[in-house]
């Protein structure tokens, strides 16, 4: 299912007001540098064999200390051994791991962004607070995790080391995702706001919706299970020069 219309332009507007209230994003070149390299080949989905165009990783510089001199990212770098990798595997969650789910939600909610993206999900009469328990833990492990880039895919538009949204081939235990895609150096605050709105637009399973963000026509897929973020994603189509 593709939202199209009134529902994407509406959307569009909202998420480039979160956009311009994203304060904590990072610098390119400043804050953060990446590597692009080669752009990569095809492979068919279910290969585990890729040509690898990316042999140094994707990041050749970050910031760590801004990173943990702000609030969102410090909590959220605090969730990342939280979680299995694997699925299908019982997580056993310690009180200090929902105390850190707790503080990272805190955090985020204090920002501008959020607080914008609850105005928002208030006029439509849509819960947040509550949505956001059931979605932190999903959203947190599976969909920011650290990766081996095998390569740049790229449609109309060649990528540059200053976008903040990339499409990507890359592997993950053993396995190739032949096609991926990520933002990069958005704050933690600005994805949850963004995919928190995306899930609660529909209670379809699955859902992809086309939208207009500062330069960027991107695609959001939402995949929903239960009452639980599946995975989400954002897909770059094509950026203004």
């Known amino acids: 299912m593709v939202t199209k219309g009134a529902c994407a332009t509406e959307l569009s507007a909202v998420l480039n007001e979160l956009w311009k209230l994203d304060v904590n994003r990072l610098k390119p070149g400043k804050d953060y540098t990446i590597n692009l390299q080669g752009k990569a080949d095809y492979v068919a989905q279910g290969s585990n064999r890729a040509n690898d165009k990316a042999n140094v990783p994707l990041f050749t510089y970050v910031n760590e200390g801004k990173l943990k001199s702000i609030p969102t990212y410090a909590r959220f770098i605090s969730l990342l051994d939280n979680y299995e990798m694997s699925t299908g595997v019982s997580e056993q969650v310690t009180s200090q791991e929902q105390e850190e789910e707790n503080l990272f939600l805190d955090a985020i909610l204090k920002t501008e962004v959020m607080k914008?993206?609850?105005?928002?999900?208030?006029?439509?009469?849509?819960?947040?607070?509550?949505?956001?328990?059931?979605?932190?833990?999903?959203?947190?492990?599976?969909?920011?995790?650290?990766?081996?880039?095998?390569?740049?895919?790229?449609?109309?538009?060649?990528?540059?080391?200053?976008?903040?949204?990339?499409?990507?081939?890359?592997?993950?235990?053993?396995?190739?995702?032949?096609?991926?895609?990520?933002?990069?150096?958005?704050?933690?605050?600005?994805?949850?706001?963004?995919?928190?709105?995306?899930?609660?637009?529909?209670n379809d399973r699955l859902t992809k919706t086309v939208v207009k963000v500062d330069k960027y026509l991107i695609e959001i897929v939402m995949c929903r299970h239960g009452r639980a973020i599946g995975t989400s994603y954002p897909k770059l189509l094509t950026r203004d020069p």
């Open 116 to 202: 914008r993206a609850h105005q928002h999900l208030v006029s439509k009469k849509q819960a947040i607070f509550q949505t956001m328990h059931h979605t932190c833990a999903t959203f947190c492990f599976t969909d920011l995790f650290v990766l081996w880039v095998c390569g740049v895919y790229f449609n109309h538009t060649l990528p540059t080391a200053n976008d903040h949204v990339v499409n990507l081939q890359f592997s993950w235990k053993d396995l190739v995702k032949p096609t991926g895609s990520s933002f990069i150096g958005v704050s933690p605050e600005f994805e949850m706001a963004l995919f928190t709105i995306a899930f609660l637009m529909s």
